[in-house]
């Protein structure tokens, strides 16, 4: 037998081999943490902001992207990512769904700090212990110099010594965001809190896209203002187990193994992450290989689900309805990739058109007037590129090419084939394919082939700052489109070649208003001379109600759509366009004899939209001051007088609806809650006083400087009554007291000189 020979160890080297095993076992297991576990440690709730009382939502699109804590979409049981990690080169980001967490009073809750707290630690790098304020916060300076964090507040140059770099606001300068990038690319950490929410409700936006998110979608992130709130939440984060459609990998296996099904309420969760996914990565990649394998989809399938007026895809039919959505999602991850090539979406020959093979393809030189600016009404966010039609439409999967002036390059000219740029997110079924069915490019060169899957009406996009005056474009490869423009168009040239123009679209056109309907409804239109002249009526009675000039700025556009985006709604208005539905109000509002005879409140009521004063109406006036513009065409351009809906078919059914109302216990919720009752408190003082008081309250309206507009809802019912007690000569305060429209006694006695006035039912 060996005797053993054990050789004594020193406790000093002993202690420090088992230190060092014990801090590389430590550092193993923080390794093998997920980002949630790491930034949620000894965090046990997550309080909504205080404030805003909500958060933005942030769309993942790889596979680096960890979800953190998520809040219930409203009025679903869907999650939404509210605070979001993942990966970019060697560093790191994080999207937090609100910027108020890094401020009082949010910031003073212990539980936020220490997210806070591990969020520095998960992103700090150990020889950087530096932070970089994008902009001035004093409660997180505070808060970071007593975490022994070195503070630099700059935002106009990266500092190389920093770790991390906190943005609270939003950073619109590309160069600034290149910056950006390569610090995070170079293993520094992007903190980012959204300003998202705050942008869009102070600004009372309907949309706004955040610059920034050019860098996050490079590490797989977007933030958008899809808010989840307080009461939805009981005012807390989730920080428990993330639902597999959050991220792509667990939805697919999830998917695979439940045969490409899901709950009916998630199916439109799966559609989202898949899509994400594939729209903004290659179709090379494994996971790409990998979906369009299972769904047997892709730009050269056949048997490809196309919704239609004869298929209608409800959304209810759930493996058909995740297949659709892949499909298209995998056509357009192809097209992005492949950007020249030739692929037909199958969809497209059903909506929006298939044009004939052997059409002839065209070369056209056009010139186009440049209609921008703003004309006092409702108008898109600037900068707005504003529609200009050509009479082209570009084919499905032809390669049709514009060839602009060389000094117009530098003018930021855009090409969009389509018109039809809707999503159906809030239908329960599809008719036709169910998303923005546009494209669009840059005019950044003398010559840009343009392609789109689905084909559509060729549009050039002017920015509403332009000072152009005319723009001349070389047209080649697209196919001609009824095109008929009141003055330049001839009637004889329209019923001999221009309506059989094989473009599945055309445009009726003046400078007041363009009308974009199917082809197939103006075949058999002798004179569309004739009907947009009473279209010119329509709008220059809309324009006179309205107190702005007759010569318009730009047109307004109505497009016809096989199916209407907005659920619950029959025609729908945006500060760009009004979309109609392609029925018998189609063929309606291209008949002049039929129009004049029988009118469209439908169409009539949309124009009224675009021209409504929305910065004075006060609440439950949305849907009734439109109507004022319906009846003025009414009564003014086709002579028909006040009385031409359903529920206002008489004055005499007016006045007893008004009386039954007196006597049954009136109030202003009742008011605000029934259009057509408000509506008829305007009809008494048309019917009795004339349009003069309205027009005159308009024409006061329109001359108040914005800075001036009355900003809360006790103030706008007060200028109301002023204005109209004004423009009448009448008191109106027992009027206003009888209908329980609350005025305030100042107002009251501020045209107590005039006699009082009341119709003669409310004698």
């Known amino acids: 037998m060996h005797n053993l020979h054990i050789k004594a160890v020193p406790f000093s080297i002993y202690f420090f081999t088992v230190a060092i095993l014990l801090l590389f076992n430590n550092q193993v297991s923080v390794a093998q943490q997920t980002d949630q576990q790491l930034i949620l440690r000894q965090v046990d709730k997550l309080r909504m902001p205080v404030g805003l009382d909500c958060v933005t939502m942030t769309a993942i699109s790889n596979t680096d992207a960890q979800v953190i804590a998520t809040a219930k979409a409203p009025g679903s049981n869907i999650s939404l990512a509210s605070i979001v990690s993942s990966r970019l080169g060697?560093?790191?980001?994080?999207?937090?769904?609100?910027?108020?967490?890094?401020?009082?009073p949010t910031l003073s809750d212990y539980r936020i700090q220490t997210l806070i707290t591990n969020i520095l630690q998960w992103g700090t790098v150990p020889s950087k212990k530096i932070v970089q304020l994008w902009e001035g916060n004093d409660e997180l300076s505070d808060f970071l110099k007593t975490n022994r964090y070195q503070i630099i507040t700059n935002s106009a140059t990266i500092n190389n010594q920093a770790g991390i770099i906190i943005l609270c606001q939003d950073v619109t300068a590309q160069v600034k965001i290149n910056k950006i990038e390569t610090f995070v690319r170079n293993g520094g950490t992007l903190v980012f809190a959204s300003p998202l929410s705050g942008v869009v409700q102070q600004n009372f936006l309907g949309y706004y896209s955040l610059k920034?998110?050019?860098?996050?979608?490079?590490?797989?992130?977007?933030?958008?203002?899809?808010?989840?709130?307080?009461?939805?939440?009981?005012?807390?984060?989730?920080?428990?187990?993330?639902?597999?459609?959050?991220?792509?990998?667990?939805?697919?296996?999830?998917?695979?193994?439940?045969?490409?099904?899901?709950?009916?309420?998630?199916?439109?969760?799966?559609?989202?992450?898949?899509?994400?996914?594939?729209?903004n990565q290659s179709d090379t990649t494994r996971i790409s290989r990998e979906i369009k394998s299972t769904f047997t989809a892709g730009p050269d399938n056949r048997q490809a689900?196309?919704?239609?007026?004869?298929?209608?895809?409800?959304?209810?039919?759930?493996?058909?309805?995740?297949?659709?959505?892949?499909?298209?999602?995998?056509?357009?991850?192809?097209?992005?990739n492949h950007p020249l090539a030739k692929i037909i979406n199958p969809t497209s020959k059903d909506f929006p058109g298939e044009v004939a093979i052997n059409a002839p393809r065209v070369n056209e030189r056009i010139v186009i007037p440049v209609q921008v600016g703003t004309q006092g009404l409702g108008e898109p966010d600037p900068v707005y590129y504003r529609w200009h039609s050509t009479g082209l439409y570009v084919a499905a999967g032809d390669v049709v090419t514009i060839t602009i002036n060389p000094q117009d390059v530098r003018q930021h000219l855009k090409a969009q084939i389509g018109v039809h740029d809707d999503n159906f997110n809030n239908v329960s079924e599809l008719t036709r394919t169910g998303y923005d069915l546009t494209?669009?490019?840059?005019?950044?060169?003398?010559v840009t082939p343009i392609i789109s899957p689905l084909g559509g009406l060729l549009i050039v996009k002017i920015p509403d700052t332009s000072s152009l005056k005319n723009i001349n474009i070389q047209v080649n490869g697209a196919v001609k489109a009824p095109y008929f423009k009141l003055g330049t168009t001839s009637v004889q040239d329209w019923q001999s070649t221009v309506r059989n123009y094989p473009g599945p679209w055309a445009e009726l056109i003046t400078d007041n208003i363009i009308l974009t309907v199917p082809s197939y409804r103006i075949r058999n239109l002798d004179n569309p001379e004739k009907l947009l002249k009473l279209w010119n009526e329509v709008m220059d009675a809309d324009a006179r109600l309205a107190a702005i000039s007759p010569q318009r700025i730009h047109p307004e556009r109505?497009?016809?759509?096989?199916?209407?985006?907005?659920?619950?709604?029959?025609?729908?208005?945006m500060p760009y366009k009004i979309v109609v539905p392609d029925d018998e109000s189609c063929a309606l509002s291209l008949d002049a004899d039929s129009l004049r005879i029988k009118g469209s409140w439908g169409h009539f009521h949309e124009l009224g939209h675009r021209h409504q004063f929305w910065p004075f109406d006060f609440g439950g006036l949305g849907e009734v001051t439109c109507n004022l513009y319906t009846m003025y065409v009414f009564d003014k351009v086709l002579h028909k007088g006040l009385y031409n809906h359903p529920n206002i078919p008489s004055k005499e059914a007016v006045v007893q609806n008004v009386k039954k109302y007196m006597n049954d216990s009136p109030s202003f919720q009742k008011f605000q809650s029934d259009p057509f009752l408000a509506l008829k408190m305007y009809i008494e003082i048309i019917e009795n006083l004339g349009w003069e008081p309205i027009e005159e309250v308009f024409k006061t309206y329109r001359k108040l400087p914005n800075a001036q507009y009355p900003k809360t809802e006790p103030q706008k019912i007060d200028y109301w009554f002023t204005c109209l007690s004004n423009a009448s000569h009448?008191?109106?305060?027992?009027?206003?007291?009888?209908?329980?429209?609350?005025?305030?006694?100042?107002?009251?006695?501020?045209?107590?000189q005039y006699p009082t006035w009341l119709p003669p039912e409310m004698q």
């Open 90 to 104: 060697k560093g790191k980001v994080i999207v937090i769904g609100s910027e108020l967490y890094l401020k009082k």
């Open 212 to 279: 920034i998110n050019n860098l996050l979608l490079k590490a797989g992130l977007y933030n958008t203002f899809t808010p989840v709130s307080f009461d939805e939440n009981k005012g807390v984060l989730n920080m428990g187990d993330i639902p597999p459609y959050m991220n792509i990998n667990t939805a697919l296996n999830w998917l695979k193994s439940n045969n490409l099904s899901a709950p009916q309420d998630e199916v439109e969760a799966y559609a989202e992450t898949i899509s994400n996914y594939l729209l």
């Open 305 to 336: 689900i196309i919704p239609s007026k004869a298929h209608p895809l409800p959304k209810s039919d759930v493996k058909n309805y995740l297949t659709y959505r892949v499909e298209q999602a995998l056509i357009k991850q192809y097209t992005n």
């Open 439 to 446: 494209t669009t490019f840059e005019l950044n060169k003398t």
């Open 558 to 573: 109505i497009i016809v759509d096989q199916q209407i985006a907005e659920a619950g709604a029959y025609m729908f208005t």
């Open 730 to 752: 009448k008191n109106m305060a027992a009027f206003f007291d009888k209908w329980q429209i609350p005025v305030s006694q100042s107002a009251k006695q501020s045209v107590s």
